[in-house]
């Protein structure tokens, strides 16, 4: 899951307001370019590149958001909740195969020239032939 996180400062101190962005992959890194794009190299399904199409601020989410004041003062309007849906604020723009991790691989014995490869884990495993 992606959140958007902002720091303001007012006339009642600072404060971190912290909103739900969009759910991708488990991913070992991430890079935001300035251009508006996404890499995600995710952990155990193909890399996706996504375009930022919004920045998170649409108000009919589903959820509620968190304030903490930095002064130590929590002002929670209420439990901070959200419900996975399709892709509000990114737009997949490109997929690269991965086969990481690759759990097993055997040849085909109808055909010498197919090998036939499980990869991923958990919901996004794949038989890759």
Not at 24 to 42: D, Q, Y
Not at 58 to 64: E, M, V
Not at 73 to 89: D, I, K, R
Request: charged share 15%.
């Amino acid at each position: 899951d992606l959140w958007r996180v902002q720091l303001s400062n007012g006339a009642a101190g600072n404060k971190l307001s912290v909103s739900y962005f969009d759910t991708v992959p488990v991913a070992l890194g991430m890079a935001i370019l300035k251009s508006g794009f996404l890499f995600i190299a995710a952990e155990s399904s193909d890399h996706k590149l996504y375009q930022i199409c919004g920045m998170g601020t649409q108000s009919d989410r589903g959820l509620a958001g968190h304030v903490l004041g930095l002064q130590g003062t929590a002002e929670v309007e209420s439990v901070p909740l959200f419900y996975p849906s399709a892709l509000q604020n990114l737009r997949l723009v490109d997929s690269m195969q991965s086969y990481a991790p690759l759990v097993a691989c055997r040849a085909l014995p109808a055909s010498s020239s197919q090998v036939a490869c499980l990869s991923g884990a958990g919901a996004r495993s794949t038989l890759r032939i």
